[in-house]
C-alpha cells in the first residue's frame, strides 16, 4: 500500500546538546517517549542539516527548507512571513518586520528581550495602532500581536527599502541599537527613520499602558519597548498545491509558520487553546491535524513549546515538555494509512539558549517505508537510521517519491 495523505510534524527545537542537568543527555535523549519511540522503530530514521552543515537556521529559514523551498533561493527575510502570520496581508511596496514586546529599565537598558514571556498584548497592540502616526513620514503602518511576546510590523508607503539593520541587541544589560540603513540608498534610509520614529512613539504608548502599570504592580516585566528586525519585501513562493500536485493545511500558533505555510498556499486551521508555548492544548492541536487529514492531502503541524524552553536555558523544562508532547501524539499511532514524518526544524541547545547548527532527528513512518533497526526518537539513535544525513530540502522530494508523487529522472 502507498500513502496518499501526509501529516508533517515540526517539533520546534527539540533537539539539544548534553545537558549537565539531565547528567549529559540531551532532553530528548533523558525524555520517556513511548510514542515517538514506536514511531522511529516503525520508521525509517537519520538525522538532518535543515539548512547545511555548519549553517544555524533560523524557524524561518528552516521551515522553508523543510517544505521544499531552500531560503538561499527563495528568503526574503522573516518580517514579510511573521506579518502574514499574524494576519497582515504583503502587498507590494510594504516592508514587514518581526516585533519583540521587550522590557527595558529606568536607564533605558534592555532588561528582558521577551519582558517575561508575556502574553494578552492585544490591548499593547491596539494602542499602538491607534495612537502611532507616522503620517509627518508620509506611511501608514499596521501592527498586529502574535504569540506570547511576538509581534509584526508592516510599513506600508513610497519608496521604503528593505536592507535595515535591527534595534534587537540580541542580548541583555544593554542599551537597544539604533535602526540603520544598510546602504546609500535613500529608500533605506527612509525606512530606517520610520523604524527609529515607530520605536519612539510606541515606546511612549507603552511605557504607561494599564496592562504594563499592572504587570509592575504584580512585578511583572512590563512589555515598555518593541524590538524590531527581520527587514524585507514578500517574495514570490510557487504554491504548493500546484508545486507538488498535494493540497494542504498548517496548524500552528506560531505566527511565523502559520505565515509561512499560508504565502506557499496551505490554508491555516487556528486551533483554540493553542498558544505556541508550553500551556498549549496539544490535544486539541493534534485532533485538528487529524480531522484536516480528512479534508487534505498534506497537513504541516509545528509544536513550538520545546524551542521556547531551550532559548531560556531550561533542560528539565524542555524534557518533560517533550513528555507531554509524546503523551500527545498518541493517537497518531492509529493513523496506519499516513505517512507521518516528524522532525525539529533546527537544534536549540539549553547551553546555547540560541539555534545551532546541530543535525536534529528525523523520522518517517506509514505504508511501504523501509524500517531500520533504530527504535528510539532522539539525536543519537536517529543518527544510526537508514536515511543517514539528509538536508531539509531533500525532505520533500523524499516525501514525494514516498507517496508516489516523484516524477522520474530520466527516459
Ligand atoms: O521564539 C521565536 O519566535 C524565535 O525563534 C526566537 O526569537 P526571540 O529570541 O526573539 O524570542
Ligand atoms: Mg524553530
Redesign the pocket.
Known amino acids: 500500500m502507498i500513502a496518499e495523505k501526509v501529516l508533517f510534524l515540526v517539533l520546534d527545537g527539540i533537539s539539544d546538546r548534553p545537558c549537565d542537568a539531565l547528567d549529559g543527555l540531551t532532553p530528548l535523549g533523558a525524555a520517556r517517549t513511548p510514542v515517538l519511540d514506536r514511531i522511529a522503530a516503525e520508521g525509517v530514521c537519520g538525522i538532518m542539516d535543515s539548512v547545511a552543515p555548519g549553517i544555524r537556521p533560523g524557524?524561518d529559514t528552516s521551515h522553508l527548507a523543510l517544505l521544499g523551498y531552500p531560503p538561499q533561493e527563495y528568503y526574503t527575510g522573516r518580517g514579510p512571513l511573521e506579518a502574514e502570520g499574524t494576519g497582515i496581508h504583503m502587498t507590494a511596496g510594504m516592508i514587514g518586520f518581526r516585533c519583540?514586546f521587550a522590557t527595558v529599565d529606568a536607564d533605558g537598558l534592555v532588561t528582558d528581550?521577551?519582558a517575561g514571556r508575556i502574553s494578552g498584548t492585544e490591548p499593547l497592540a491596539e494602542a499602538i495602532r491607534e495612537n502611532v502616526d507616522l503620517s509627518g513620514l508620509g506611511l501608514e503602518f499596521r501592527f498586529e500581536a502574535g504569540a506570547g511576546?511576538?509581534a509584526a510590523l508592516a510599513l506600508v508607503g513610497e519608496g521604503l527599502g528593505d536592507k535595515v539593520s535591527s534595534n534587537d541587541p540580541k542580548k541583555e544589560g544593554v542599551l537597544p541599537l539604533t535602526i540603520r540603513p544598510c546602504t546609500d540608498d535613500p529608500a533605506d534610509r527612509k525606512t530606517a527613520d520610520a523604524c527609529n520614529e515607530f520605536i519612539r512613539q510606541s515606546g511612549e504608548i507603552l511605557y504607561d499602558h494599564p496592562v504594563n502599570v499592572r504587570r509592575i504592580e504584580e512585578g511583572l516585566p512590563p512589555g515598555n519597548l518593541l524590538l524590531i528586525r527581520g527587514a524585507g519585501k514578500m517574495g514570490a513562493l510557487p504554491q504548493f498545491p500546484e508545486r507538488y500536485g498535494l493540497s494542504g493545511s498548517v496548524i500552528s500558533a506560531?505566527t511565523?509558520i502559520s505565515g509561512i505555510g499560508k504565502v506557499v498556499g496551505l490554508e491555516h486551521i487556528p486551533v483554540p487553546g493553542t498558544t505556541g508555548s508550553i500551556d498549549s492544548d496539544l490535544d486539541a492541536k493534534v485532533r485538528a491535524a487529524i480531522g484536516e487529514l480528512g479534508r487534505k492531502d498534506f497537513v504541516l503541524m509545528n509544536i513550538k513549546g520545546a524551542?521556547?524552553a531551550g532559548?531560556d536555558g531550561k533542560a528539565i523544562q524542555k524534557r518533560d515538555f517533550i513528555e507531554v508532547i509524546d503523551k500527545a501524539l498518541a493517537p497518531l499511532l492509529d493513523l496506519k494509512e499516513t505517512l507521518i514524518v516528524i522532525c525539529a526544524d533546527h537544534s536549540t541547545p539549553c547551553s546555547v539558549k540560541d539555534h545551532s547548527a546541530d543535525p536534529v532527528p528525523v523520522v518517517i513512518r506509514g505504508p511501504g517505508v523501509r524500517t531500520d533497526r533504530t527504535n528510539r526518537f532522539d539525536e543519537v539513535s536517529c543518527a544510526e537510521g537508514g536515511l543517514h544525513r539528509i538536508r531539509g530540502r531533500d525532505l520533500m522530494p523524499i516525501v514525494l517519491d514516498l507517496i508516489n508523487k516523484s516524477h522520474k529522472y530520466g527516459a
Open positions: 524557524s519583540n528581550r521577551r511576546h511576538r506560531a511565523l524551542d521556547e532559548h
